[in-house]
């Protein structure tokens, strides 16, 4: 059984920082590309960030560049998303996510697996 855990979410102030965590189980993770998206009150969710296999390679949307950063640690089973400089359009439930065709993909049907979540409040 494939499991995705989120965790790291909270609330925050503008300009501050929060580090998403993701602990995968059931699945070979080294084989998935994993995503993170978000999905704020009354809109669809949306692509935030990327990682490839090994990690070698990312991809960000751009209202998230310059200020997060996914990460990987395949020993650990564990993807990560560093939000920096956090603004209160940040303020979503995040997902993370497996894509076993390995592509990073920014479309989220194209994912097999998502977890359930973790609620991110930036306040103004």
């Known amino acids: 059984q494939v499991q995705l855990v989120e965790s790291g979410g909270g609330l925050v102030q503008a300009g501050g920082s929060l580090r998403l965590s993701c602990a995968a189980s059931g699945l070979t993770f080294r084989w998935y590309a994993m995503g993170w998206f978000r999905q704020a009150p009354g809109k669809e969710r949306e692509f935030v960030a990327a990682?490839?296999?090994?990690?070698?390679?990312?991809y960000y949307t751009n209202s998230v560049k310059g200020r997060a950063t996914i990460s990987r640690d395949n020993a650990k089973n564990t993807v990560y998303l560093q939000m920096n400089s956090l603004k209160p359009e940040d303020t979503a439930v995040y997902y993370c996510a497996a894509d076993y065709s390995g592509t990073g993909t920014s479309v989220a049907n194209e994912y097999e697996f998502w977890g359930q979540g973790t609620q991110v409040t930036v306040s103004s």
């Open positions: 990682i490839l296999l090994s990690g070698g390679s990312t």
